[in-house]
Nanobody, 128 residues
Framework: QVQLVESGGGLVQAGDSLRLACAAS????????MGWFRQTPGKVREFVSAISWSGHRIYYADSVKGRFSISRDSTKNTVYLQMNGAKPEDAAVYYCAADVSPGSSWYAPRSADEYTYWGQGTQVTVSS
């Protein structure tokens, strides 16, 4: 059974850095495309970043480009989201997601509908 467990959320001040981690288990992590999404109350889940299983293709939402960085470590079955220069508008619950059948080493979905498994989320709060 696939499980995704996020960690690293918390309260930071605007301009600070934070690293989120998502530990995966129950399958072949090295063959999954992974994504990060975020959600605030009353809004739809928003794409943040995605990485193909090979790591060769990476996407970022325009709102985080240049500040956030996604990476993966297949030796630890973990995907990371490095958040630099946090802004109050980055405050949200952050979810990681796994596409366990990406079909290509270059595929990194940006649509939530293409992900099969989701973590429980980790809260990020940014004070101004």
């Amino acid at each position: 059974q696939v499980q995704l467990v996020e960690s690293g959320g918390g309260l930071v001040q605007a301009g600070d850095s934070l690293r989120l981690a998502c530990a995966a288990s129950g399958g072949t992590f090295s063959s999954w495309a992974m994504g990060w999404f975020r959600q605030t109350p009353g809004k739809v889940r928003e794409f943040v970043s995605a990485i193909s299983w090979s790591g060769h293709r990476i996407y970022y939402a325009d709102s985080v480009k240049g500040r956030f960085s996604i990476s993966r470590d297949s030796t630890k079955n973990t995907v990371y989201l490095q958040m630099n220069g946090a802004k109050p508008e980055d405050a949200a619950v952050y979810y990681c997601a796994a596409d366990v059948s990406p079909g290509s080493s270059w595929y990194a979905p940006r649509s939530a509908d293409e992900y099969t498994y989701w973590g429980q989320g980790t809260q990020v709060t940014v004070s101004s």
